[in-house]
C-alpha cells in the first residue's frame, strides 16, 4: 500500500555531489524508517543509510560516514540522500526501503521498496 519512487541519481566527478530523493505515497501512516541501500554490478545489496521519522534516528554505513547525509521532509513525505565526496566505489543503483525494520541494515526487515536510481562517479 505504500509506494516508492527514487529519483536523482546521475553521472558525477569524483569528490562531486549528488542529492538523492526518495518520494513516498499511499498509506504511509505507522511507518517510520526509510533506509536507502545500493547495489554495484556482481555485488549484492548493501545499507548506505537509514532514517527513522518519529524519533529523528539516523544511522550510516562506515563506508559513508562523513559524506552522506540523510534527511527528511515530512510535508513531502520525502527522503533525501545528500552524498559528498563521491568517489568511484560508490557508483551502483541506489534503492529506497521503508518500513519499521529492528536492523536498520538488514533488507528483509522492511516491507516497500522503489525501482532504484542509478549513479555513476567517473574517475
Known amino acids: 500500500q505504500v509506494h516508492v519512487v527514487e529519483s536523482g541519481g546521475g553521472l558525477v566527478q569524483t569528490g562531486g555531489s549528488l542529492r538523492l530523493s526518495c518520494e513516498a505515497s499511499?498509506?504511509?501512516?505507522?511507518?517510520?524508517?526509510v533506509g536507502w541501500f545500493r547495489q554495484a554490478p556482481g555485488q549484492d545489496r548493501t545499507f548506505v543509510a537509514g532514517?527513522?521519522?518519529?524519533?529523528?534516528?539516523?544511522y550510516y554505513a562506515d563506508s559513508v560516514k562523513g559524506r552522506f547525509t540523510i534527511s527528511g521532509d515530512n510535508a513531502r513525505n520525502t527522503v533525501y540522500l545528500q552524498m559528498n565526496m563521491l568517489k568511484s566505489e560508490d557508483t551502483a543503483v541506489y534503492y529506497c526501503?521503508?518500513?519499521?525494520?529492528?536492523?536498520?541494515?538488514?533488507?528483509?526487515?522492511?516491507?516497500?521498496w522503489g525501482q532504484g536510481t542509478r549513479v555513476t562517479v567517473s574517475s
Open positions: 532514517l527513522t521519522w518519529n524519533t529523528g534516528s539516523t
Open positions: 499511499g498509506r504511509t501512516a505507522g511507518v517510520y524508517t
Open positions: 526501503l521503508t518500513g519499521n525494520p529492528g536492523d536498520y541494515s538488514d533488507t528483509k526487515q522492511y516491507r516497500y
